[in-house]
């Protein structure tokens, strides 16, 4: 009996990661699923074994704590025939940097960049040595913003950009993909969490709002023409590339100077 292909997901309880586990699922990949809430993660796995009869072990696990990052880290090293590995897990916060408590930022730090960083290390040589593999890391459009009041968030999603686009060019000759995903506004429990209490999705227009269908969808599609940064949606991907742009950079310019006018700087 042939084994079936196995994907890792970072932050598959809800939103993206499990949307992502639910599209391979159907497409008969095994699955280790791991995130914080040990229960959303059960009730997943029974349905999406149910469903679909593959093979799901739940591995929960908080990746701003080391333990966390180092037994997913760990588990990723170990699995045999890993082909896929979303680094989903993260987070938004709410205020400014001097405003936001420390200890949330090196959080912040810890889950985006640097469980990232490791789970993906610990990944690669495994992917490497069977000539195929895929690396997905959740970016977000906000990695290309420069802006005040989400400095940590679009920092550290930047870096996701970077580490992605310089990790593909490494990758060259060796069958591995890598990707960073890099949705704008999407409808998932992430604006809901208490660290942006008081976030009114109304504040925006709903053509802004995209389905976490088509995120993850055009993710998988892109997978096929080897393209490094993806941002789905027509809109997103005119934002983003005048954000990129030096148009974008004389933006921020003016809008930095704007507001220290506006503060009498």
Known sequence: MTARPLALITGASSGIGETFARKLAAQGYDLIITARREERLKELAAELMDRHGIEVEVLPADLSRRE?????????????????????????????????????????????????????????????????????????????????????????????????????????????????????????????TEEIKGFSRSRYPSWSWQNVDYVVGTSLKALDRNKVIVVPGAFYQTAAYILRSPVGRIRALFTRRAKSMQEGK
Do not use: W
């Open 68 to 192: 966390g990052m180092e037994k997913v880290e760990n588990r990723a090293a170990s699995a045999s025939g890993l082909e896929i590995l979303v680094n989903n897990a993260g987070f938004g916060l709410r205020g400014t940097f001097a405003e936001i408590p420390v200890e949330k930022s090196q959080s912040m730090l810890d889950v985006h960049i640097t469980a990232t960083m490791r789970i993906t290390r610990a990944a690669l040589p495994g992917m490497i040595e069977h000539g195929k593999g895929v690396v997905i890391n959740v970016s977000s459009v906000a990695g290309f913003m420069s802006y005040g009041g989400r400095t940590m968030y679009s920092a550290t999603k930047a870096f996701l950009n970077a580490f992605s686009t310089n990790l593909a060019n490494e990758m060259l000759g060796t069958g591995v993909k890598i990707q960073a995903l890099c949705p704008g506004f999407t409808v998932t429990e992430f604006h809901d």
